[in-house]
Nanobody, 118 residues
Framework: QVQLVESGGGLVQAGGSLRLSCAFS????????MGWFRQAPGKEREFVAR????????YYANSVRGRFTISRDNAKNTVYLQMNNLKFEDTAVYYC???????????WGQGTQVTVSS
């Protein structure tokens, strides 16, 4: 059974940086499309970033493009989200997701809290 475990969340001041990690187990990681989503209090879960199985193509929400970078290390079964120039509105629980089908995710992590103080 595929399992995803996020880490790296925390409290940071506006303008600061964090790097989230998502450790993948229980499957062939190199065959999975991976993505990051987030959910702020009182809001629906929203797409943040995703990448293809080899990381060659990446996609971002308009709100994070230019500030966030998604990447993966297939040797370490890990996907990352580097978040720079964080803003108060980036405060949310961040979830890692994976699937063998691009754009449709059926495996989710438990989430990691990111809090940006203004």
């Amino acid at each position: 059974q595929v399992q995803l475990v996020e880490s790296g969340g925390g409290l940071v001041q506006a303008g600061g940086s964090l790097r989230l990690s998502c450790a993948f187990s229980g499957g062939a990681f190199s065959g999975y499309f991976m993505g990051w989503f987030r959910q702020a209090p009182g809001k629906e879960r929203e797409f943040v970033a995703r990448l293809t199985v080899n990381g060659a193509r990446t996609y971002y929400a308009n709100s994070v493009r230019g500030r966030f970078t998604i990447s993966r290390d297939n040797a370490k079964n890990t996907v990352y989200l580097q978040m720079n120039n964080l803003k108060f509105e980036d405060t949310a629980v961040y979830y890692c997701a994976g699937s063998v089908h691009e754009g449709s995710y059926n495996y989710w992590g438990q989430g990691t809290q990111v809090t940006v103080s203004s």
